[in-house]
């Protein structure tokens, strides 16, 4: 059976699976976690993602941490395959996986039957060349007219995905899909754990997360990935509140600015991850502030989760 803990940013997840998991090994239950922060992927991307250090991990084993560089992209089709290998290596070692993060479509690709349309290198390139020459907005505008919902779900200012978006619908000649289906259908049996905090709880929360970030050298951490080459990447040099020390780095941002920059998108990005979640059924939904929320985790693992729906016209994504 697979575990997986999902809900916004600064709920408590990683302190939930880590909860879980010594409860799981006091009784005689190995236990192992798998990453599902998409950013947390990258080697030196560590304060502004709130990245447990090796002592705050418990000893626990943690899978796909710091697996990338910042000049490497991000893809959703790529960590699919990673973290199902994980996965399977942990249960055949007898152990329990956990899955644990917020990025929504990492993990709904490991935990439904995602499949995920190729690619075609001249296609990519010539998407490419004519988003340098006409711009997002017209490459937007283009893809409403072939797939008004994947334009929605993507907006007018993300090139990377909008190419990505234009690429399938060449490819396939079907829409860009990167929702859930209606009825899921799961990889494998899994107990869907998720953590809430009422917003007027989490957003000051959320807002002194930032604060701390920048106190305890998210600044100085960007200028060592300047050196590692985080311009040269596609996706890590667009995390938040990374975008912004480098804004404040390169002095068109004041830390004032670069601050509130980042808990204005933090928020945001908060919300997104709330609607996108709430789609899951069977979900057990577990108060973040609650004392007895590693006993509650625990008692709906021995319950069992979501049923174990046979694969059968699985739904496309795409990264």
């Known amino acids: 059976m697979l575990i997986v803990i999902v809900g916004s940013t600064g709920t408590g997840k990683s302190e939930l699976s880590l ?3 010594e409860r799981l090994i006091a009784r005689g239950q190995p236990a192992e976690i798998v990453n599902a922060d998409a950013m947390q992927q990258y080697r030196g991307m560590d304060i502004g993602t709130a990245k447990l250090t090796m002592r705050e991990r418990r000893g626990i084993p943690h899978h ?8 490497d992209e991000a893809t959703v089709s790529k960590y699919q395959t990673d973290a199902r290998t994980a996965i399977t290596e942990i249960r055949a070692r007898g ?10 479509l990492y993990v709904s690709s490991v935990v439904f039957d995602f499949q995920f349309p190729g690619t075609d290198p001249q296609l990519r390139a010539r998407l490419e060349a004519e988003l340098l020459h006409i711009g997002p907005g017209l490459m937007y505008s283009r893809l409403q007219a072939v797939d ?3 334009a929605l779900r993507i907006g007018p200012s993300n090139g990377r995905r909008l190419v990505r978006a234009l690429e399938i619908v060449e490819l396939t000649g079907a829409p860009h899909l990167a929702a859930l289906p209606d009825e899921p259908v799961y990889w494998q049996p899994s107990v869907l754990l998720g953590l809430r ?10 807002d002194a997360r930032v604060e701390r970030m920048w106190a305890a050298g998210i600044v100085h951490e960007a200028r060592d990935l300047l050196e590692a080459g985080i311009e040269n990447g596609v996706t890590a040099c667009r995390a938040i509140g990374y975008a912004q020390a480098l804004g404040q780095v390169h002095g068109t941002l004041s830390q ?11 928020r ?7 609607s996108w979640f709430k789609r899951y059924a069977h979900t057990h939904w577990i108060e973040s502030e609650a004392p007895d929320r590693g006993e509650d985790a625990l008692a709906q693992v021995d319950r069992g989760g979501a049923p174990d729906f046979a694969p059968q016209n699985p739904p496309v994504a795409a990264p």
């Not at 009422?198 to 959320?206: A, G, I, N, S, V």
């Not at 004032?256 to 933090?266: F, G, M, R, V």
């Open 64 to 71: 796909l941490l710091d697996v990338i560089d910042v000049t």
């Open 148 to 150: 008004p919902q994947a």
């Open 268 to 274: 945001r990005y908060a919300r997104r991850q709330v």
């Open 19 to 21: 909860d879980l998991a």
């Open 197 to 206: 905090t009422p917003r007027e709880r989490l957003t000051p929360r959320l």
């Open 95 to 104: 152990a329990v996986p956990i899955l644990v993060g917020g990025s929504g």
């Open 256 to 266: 004032a600015e670069a601050i509130e920059a980042t808990q204005q998108l933090t």
